[in-house]
């Protein structure tokens, strides 16, 4: 893996564009009329004449989350070692570079990363990282740090999506079965997209492996540009695009979401709002319904009603560290 990390970083491309022609391959809504479908459908709404959360054509504010797991080349993080890990965060800071450098090449003009999506695990490398990015780091980020988002944001850009039922280090663990938002099943980055949604900032750009971006565009109804960079075979593999090919997707997306951004809306979901966690063993949703304000179908979901989804994701957020909690330890399997 020393070996791998080492042509890795002696390949690392500088931030400036790149010189060769976009390639071809899957870079917006697919064609597939399954996904053009009314977004009402999923329980989703966006403000009526409203023009994302204040964009202006001086100042372009974009809102970066991104995940290891969905990255260029990343196929699993089980068992990885020092190098390999290294091999990966690097792989991930080069898609966000690509993204940052699509935005601008569109006039968008200032970047924070919430790096933190794996419950306070830093992801980026600082020193290889774009300079116009900013960074919120810290323990816990779980998915943003919501005390930044109020700020106001442009758009929200999703690097290195996974899909769903991600591996044990991924915000929803192996114990979670299915996350169902009004009904609809979800994975982390719908699950993004309605939080930044709740604070009125529409999700512009979905970038990681077929299915997440698939889902996510089914998810908006197709308004949200994707960049594919893997294919997933199973679990565990992937059909890898050569790091060129699929920072290329990145940016050529990118730049396609900022110059659509004018009409893109925040993906907030209607009110009032349903959150449901089917957990895979039924003590361990026994011990998380303990929480007062929970539903509880007696088997192995959980559920909690508000209006204000701000509300439903830390409660969701509540449930998560109850089931990972020693609380629950040894429930699995019983």
């Known amino acids: 893996m020393s070996s791998l990390s080492s042509w890795i970083s002696s390949s690392f491309r500088p931030w400036h564009p790149a010189p060769w022609a976009p390639a071809s391959g899957f870079l917006g809504p697919p064609s597939d009329n399954s996904v053009a479908w009314d977004a009402h459908s999923a329980g989703l709404r966006g403000p009526a004449g409203a023009s994302g959360s204040g964009h202006t054509e001086a100042r372009m504010r974009i809102l970066i989350s991104a995940d290891v797991e969905g990255a260029s080349g990343v196929v699993s993080l089980d068992g990885c070692d020092a190098d390999g890990c290294l091999a990966a965060r690097r792989w991930l800071t080069g898609d966000v570079n690509a993204a940052v450098e699509g935005a601008m090449e569109a006039g968008a003009t200032s970047f924070v990363l919430h790096d933190g999506l794996r419950q306070g695990q830093e992801t980026v490398l600082l020193d290889e990282l774009h300079p116009a990015v900013e960074v919120v780091r810290g323990r816990p980020i779980i998915l943003f740090e919501e005390a930044d988002l109020a700020r106001g944001y442009d758009g929200l850009f999703l690097v290195g999506m996974h899909k769903r039922g991600g591996q044990g280090r991924s915000l929803l663990p192996s114990m979670v079965a299915e996350v169902r938002l ?81 009409k893109a809306r925040p993906l907030a979901p209607s009110s009032p709002v349903t959150l449901e966690v089917e957990f895979a063993e039924r003590e361990v949703a026994r011990r998380v319904a303990w929480m007062p304000p929970l539903g509880y179908d007696g088997d192995r979901t959980v559920r909690y009603t508000n209006g204000d989804y701000r509300q439903a994701h830390r409660a969701l957020l509540a449930m998560l560290a109850i089931a990972t909690s020693p609380l629950a330890a040894g429930c699995q399997n019983a």
Request: charged share 25%.
């Open 182 to 262: 009004n009904g609809q099943a979800v994975g982390e980055p719908e699950l993004a997209a309605a939080l930044a949604g709740a604070y009125g900032i529409p999700t512009l750009l979905v970038t990681g492996d077929d299915r997440a971006c698939l889902d996510v565009q089914r998810w908006s109804g197709g308004k949200i540009e994707a960049g594919v960079v893997k294919y997933a075979l199973s679990r565990g593999t992937a059909r890898c695009l050569p790091l060129i090919e699929a920072r290329e997707r990145i940016r050529t997306a990118a730049r396609q979401a900022v110059e659509r951004a004018a």
